[in-house]
């Protein structure tokens, strides 16, 4: 099982749609977990950290279950700013402090 | 602030060659790490730094090697450049460490020809 795994993508979806990305990971000893932003040919950037209450940021919303040691990301009112890849993030447990595993990505196009 | 500066942008280099690609960031943060991003594989982990003068292996070392003297600085050096090494790495930086998340520099495009 890869370490962090998430949808294949792409999804395209029309401005103002709802659009939810999913992401499990392998080691229950994880504990930080984030979705990073990456436009094409830019570099990644940290969109949200993933807590396990759940939390919320505007549009966006990020949920943890440690328990299935699944995340999600769920967009609302899609933008056409929104197009992107979206990476799921966690921290190698077994690593230091400097240590984090990158999902794939899920590519995201909302059309208008 | 310039937050973190990656030199060169793009890199084009023969087999066998060496190369230091640069990193400096301006936010006083100890943690620092080298990514490597390939298409498909997503980004992996070349080698990390917790502080000045400390320095880790991460999940794709070999072929690099890396020094922290400062706490601004954390070179990426190439010993013998191969094509399996063309990618885009990016460097990256942080003040708490996986708690509070990276941010990265825009990235140094290699090709090795």
């Known amino acids: 099982r890869k370490e962090v795994e998430q949808d294949p993508g792409p999804f395209n979806v029309p401005e103002g749609a709802t659009v939810a990305f999913n992401c499990t990971y392998s080691?229950?000893?994880?504990?930080?977990f984030f979705w990073y932003r990456q436009d094409c040919r830019k570099e990644p950037k940290l969109l949200m950290s993933v807590y396990s209450s759940g939390n919320e940021d505007g549009r966006f919303t990020a949920q943890l279950n440690r328990a299935s040691q699944y995340i999600s990301l769920l967009i609302r009112d899609s933008k056409l700013s929104d197009s992107a890849t979206y990476l799921c993030v966690v921290n190698n447990p077994r690593g230091s402090q400097g240590n984090l595993i990158f999902g794939k990505g899920t590519k995201l196009s909302v059309k208008p | 602030n310039a937050g973190v500066t990656q030199t060169p942008k793009f890199q084009v280099l023969k087999t066998g060659q060496s190369m230091t690609l640069q990193c400096a960031q301006d936010?006083?943060?100890?943690?620092m790490s080298w990514y490597r991003q390939d298409p498909g594989m997503g980004l992996r982990l070349i080698h990390y730094?917790?502080?000045?003068?400390?320095?880790d292996q991460g999940e794709v070392p070999n072929g690099y090697n890396v020094s922290r003297s400062t706490t601004e600085d954390f070179p990426l050096r190439l010993l013998s450049a191969a094509p399996s090494q063309t990618s885009v790495y990016f460097c990256?930086?942080?003040?708490?460490?996986?708690?509070?998340?990276?941010?990265f520099g825009s990235g140094t495009r290699l090709t090795v020809v």
């Open positions: 730094s917790v502080g000045a003068g400390i320095t």
């Open positions: 080691n229950s000893a994880s504990q930080s």
């Open positions: 990256a930086s942080s003040l708490t460490g996986v708690q509070g998340g990276y941010t």
């Open positions: 936010m006083n943060h100890e943690y």
